[in-house]
């Protein structure tokens, strides 16, 4: 008898949880220009006035592309049901317009692969000079930027061995908290940016 009741009592609970968590199937589509961003959020306010706050959490990075602040997007996106509200879902974002004078400008890091209590990254200032942050074999000295491409000069340093790199590398995200550059295809740098 125990049995039964713990089995009505765990199916009971089973069936809670998936009605506190419906999916709504129908697809949604906003338009509107982003006023915040992160790694698991997008916020935008649309041509009506509305604020959405849309989780990119789980979404296919393929499909849901890193944007810049003052970006137009359209976002396609599901509500999931919760007890007490809703939750959007991004499943689809696509940049209409990007916002004039994407900045690099700033400091960027990642965390130190030898110490995980320090920072490395390179500091790219106004003038187009580069300082490279925590990096003391890979002297970074200047930068520009060209279209959706960084063009970083840097001096090698190390087994008594000295010599320049231009590394040419492509801008696959840039928003007010990251930046992602790649070569050939293959990310090189996943940065955040570190307030100064």
Not at 102 to 117: A, R
Request: hydrophobic share 40%.
């Amino acid at each position: 008898m125990k049995q039964k009741i713990m089995l009505i009592v765990i199916f009971a609970f089973i069936l809670a949880a998936m009605n506190s968590c419906k999916k709504n199937s129908t697809p949604e589509n906003s338009s509107g220009y982003v006023v915040d961003a992160s790694m698991n959020n997008i916020t935008i306010v649309t041509a009506k006035g509305d604020t959405l706050n849309i989780s990119t959490m789980d979404a296919d990075p393929q499909k849901v592309i890193g944007v810049a602040l003052g970006d137009t997007v359209n976002v396609t996106y599901t509500k999931y049901k919760l007890e007490n509200g809703n939750v959007l879902r991004a499943l689809e974002l696509k940049i209409i317009g990007h916002v004039k004078n994407i900045s690099v400008i700033g400091s960027w890091v990642t965390p130190n692969p030898i110490n995980s209590k320090e920072v490395q990254g390179m500091r790219l200032k106004e003038d187009g000079t580069a300082v490279s942050i925590n990096m003391a074999t890979l002297v970074f000295q200047k930068w520009k930027m060209q279209d959706k491409t960084l063009i970083l000069t840097s001096k090698s340093i190390g087994n008594k061995q000295e010599f320049e790199c231009i590394d040419t590398l492509q801008i696959n995200k840039l928003d007010a908290d990251s930046l992602v550059l790649s070569q050939h295809g293959e990310i090189i740098w996943a940065l955040a940016r570190q307030d100064k």
